[in-house]
């Protein structure tokens, strides 16, 4: 299976929004309710933020929030602040028992 | 509380092998799959595979077949990665991470991370 495409980059000030895209196949993203989200902070482990495509695990802010389009999903980050920044991925069920994670997207909050 | 709690670093040469641990605690490790994940230096996550605890069959991804194990002792709750025929590109942080369990497809809980190191 082929990693899902991230951009490698986005960014946003403080208080804004951004948005970060995550493209798969008919075989995994757009077959499948289940992509979630992790963030990862350098030196960290990641953290799931959103699974099964919009939804937050306790604790995760409200800012955070997920969607799904085809076989595009996204993560939108609402009222950036200075702690958001870090790299996120996306991950999707690719069916046979399968996962397969994006390549990354490194935010930048300006 | 929940955590994952993995071995520390470890230094190989080429051709050796290496057994990463992952010891479970706060919950039953047979009641969840544990994944495995790779990340090269300055790369991103790579999902190597899973086994299911109950069973130990494992599954892997594609470019983790042949010198990849993964294992369990449920005596002392924890799971194990090996592998054998060392590589340079097999350095790398290792992690395992729990099935949330949920039938979702996704990992709720981490463990901090194995560093690979391969070199001569």
């Known amino acids: 299976q082929s990693a899902l495409t991230q951009p490698p980059s986005a960014s946003g000030s403080p208080g804004q929004s951004v948005t970060i895209s995550c493209t798969g196949t008919s075989s995994d993203v757009g077959d499948y309710n289940y992509v979630s989200w992790y963030q990862q902070h350098p030196g960290k482990a990641p953290k799931l933020m959103i699974y099964?495509?919009?939804k937050r695990p306790s604790g995760v802010p409200a800012r955070f929030s997920g969607s799904k389009s085809g076989n595009t999903a996204s993560l939108t980050v609402s009222g950036l602040q200075a702690e958001d920044e870090a790299d996120y991925y996306c991950?999707?069920?690719?069916?046979?028992?399968?996962?397969?994670f994006g390549g990354g997207t490194k935010l930048t909050v300006l | 509380q929940v955590q994952l709690v993995q071995s520390g670093s470890e230094l190989k040469k080429p051709g050796a092998s290496v057994k990463v641990s992952c010891k479970a605690s706060?919950?039953?490790?047979?009641?969840?799959?544990m994944n495995w994940v790779r990340q090269a230096p300055g790369q991103g996550l790579e999902w190597m595979g899973w086994i299911n605890t109950k069973t130990g069959n494992p599954t892997f991804a594609q470019g983790f077949t042949g010198r990849f194990v993964f294992s369990l002792d449920t005596s002392v709750s924890t799971a194990f990665l090996q592998i054998f025929s060392l590589k340079a590109e097999d350095t790398a942080v290792y992690y395992c991470?729990?099935?949330?369990?949920?039938?979702?497809?996704?990992?709720?809980?981490w463990g901090k991370g194995t560093t690979v190191t391969v070199s001569s």
């Open positions: 991950s999707s069920y690719a069916g046979s028992n399968k996962l397969v």
């Open positions: 706060g919950y039953t490790l047979t009641r969840y799959a």
């Open positions: 991470a729990r099935d949330s369990g949920s039938g979702g497809y996704y990992t709720d809980v």
């Open positions: 099964e495509v919009t």
